[in-house]
């Protein structure tokens, strides 16, 4: 071998920019780095990844099983959001019901929408759920104890002093919710479901109806006014020609 | 059509617009085409500059020199009873009852709806009875 001048002398060294005067692949051949690189590794047992898994699915003629991938490809994006987790924050349940302040317990209103529009009612309570509760009464214009939401209610400005009017700890949103009619089990041949029976009020309804008309009728009577207030509220509302109601106070 | 009421010193306006709206006010001055100096001690109106387009001429009028002072203004206006004429002018009584239509509730309205039909019917009622006496002795 010719005599190594460079012996004792780095084989690399930085230059006055910083960088170094040989790079990587000049450095292995001067270092003659071949020589040194024969260590043999034994080759690692690799545990063998399953790539695709059998799951079970539902549904009479989708072949019962289903060959579905361990990891999604990178490409398989889906081309709607997923809804977000809901918030344990604030449910419907702990919001806060507000009321207007023109609709206090009292007031007669006028039912803007739904079966009973044009009524005027008188307001009772606001519920759990944040509705009024609003009575005809039904024996002067067929409006039921019911919920109302203050959106669909006009308020006056004529109040029915109802404060010796007590309302039944009973009678709150779970009194009015909706009863769901039994499924009936579908004979061959029908498939049109059975013929809805029409409303009918349950007996408590009518008993309740009539223990809480009495006192609103009461309050009613005892008002300056009490048999105007009567006819006032027998008589449905409505606009005439020539009358807008962002021009009319109520 | 001549004009009859003018804009000149003493001339009771209504004021339609602004600050002092449905007050009534006497002109002391004219300061240039569109603003006078106004002057209003019985009915509120503190002396000062005001738009003519949102003062309204009335027919009442008094007399007194230009830029007299307040004292000599209300001692005019209260001799001429300008309140008074005010009040009981047809145009008084008339921004007065459309001001209660306005105001009025929807009780209001059902009550003076019941009022009006029960007045026709009676109305109604006298007429044909007079109607009919009038047919029976053949004088229609």
């Given at each position: ?15 006055e ?31 063998k ?7 079970k ?29 809901g918030t ?42 944040g ?5 005809g ?14 959106r ?8 029915v002093?109802?404060?010796g009017?007590?309302?039944p ?71 005439s020609?020539?009358?807008f ?6 | ?44 109106v ?7 387009k ?87």
């Amino acid at each position: 071998m010719a005599k190594n001048k460079n012996k004792g002398k780095p084989r690399n060294y930085a230059l006055e920019s910083g960088v170094y005067r040989f790079g990587k692949s000049a450095t292995y051949h001067k270092k003659a780095i071949y020589k040194f690189t024969k260590k043999k590794v034994a080759k690692k047992a690799v545990a063998k990844k399953t790539v695709f898994v059998e799951k079970k699915i539902g549904g009479a003629k989708n072949g019962g099983t289903r060959m579905v991938r361990v990891q999604k490809l990178a490409n398989d994006v889906p081309t709607k959001d997923a809804a977000a987790p809901g918030t344990s924050v604030n449910f419907f349940s702990k919001h806060k019901r507000t009321v207007r302040a023109s609709l206090s317990a009292g007031t007669v209103a006028i039912v803007l929408a739904g079966v009973h529009k044009g009524k005027r009612v008188v307001v009772l309570k606001q519920l759990e759920t944040g509705l009024l509760l609003v009575t005809g009464p039904f024996k002067l214009n067929g409006t039921p104890l019911r919920r109302v939401n203050q959106r669909f209610l006009l308020a006056t400005s004529t109040k029915v002093d109802v404060s010796g009017v007590s309302v039944p700890e009973s009678i709150n949103d779970k009194y009015f919710a909706r009863i769901k009619a039994e499924k009936s089990a579908k004979k061959d041949g029908e498939i049109f479901d059975a013929k809805k029976e029409g409303y009918k009020p349950s007996e408590q309804r009518k008993k309740d109806q009539a223990a809480i008309d009495t006192q609103v009728l009461a309050a009613i009577k005892k008002h300056s006014e009490g048999q105007v207030l009567r006819q006032y509220l027998k008589a449905p509302f409505a606009l005439s020609k020539g009358q807008f109601p962002h021009t009319m106070s109520f | 059509m001549p004009f009859k009421k003018f804009v000149e010193i003493g001339r009771v306006a209504y004021i339609a617009d602004g600050p002092c709206q449905g007050k009534i006010a006497a002109i002391v001055n004219v300061i240039d085409q569109n603003k006078v100096l106004i002057d209003g001690p019985t009915s509120g109106v503190s002396r000062q500059a005001y738009p003519l387009k949102q003062m309204h001429l009335t027919n009442l009028s008094v007399k007194f020199p230009f830029n007299a002072s307040t004292k000599v203004v209300r001692k005019e206006l209260e001799a001429n009873k300008v309140d008074e004429k005010w009040a009981d002018s047809a145009w008084c009584q008339r921004i007065k009852a459309k001001a209660v239509r306005k105001s009025m509730t929807d009780f209001d309205r059902f009550k003076l709806r019941k009022a009006k039909s029960q007045r026709n019917r009676i109305v109604t009622i006298a007429l044909n009875g007079k109607k009919k006496a009038l047919r029976k002795a053949g004088k229609i």
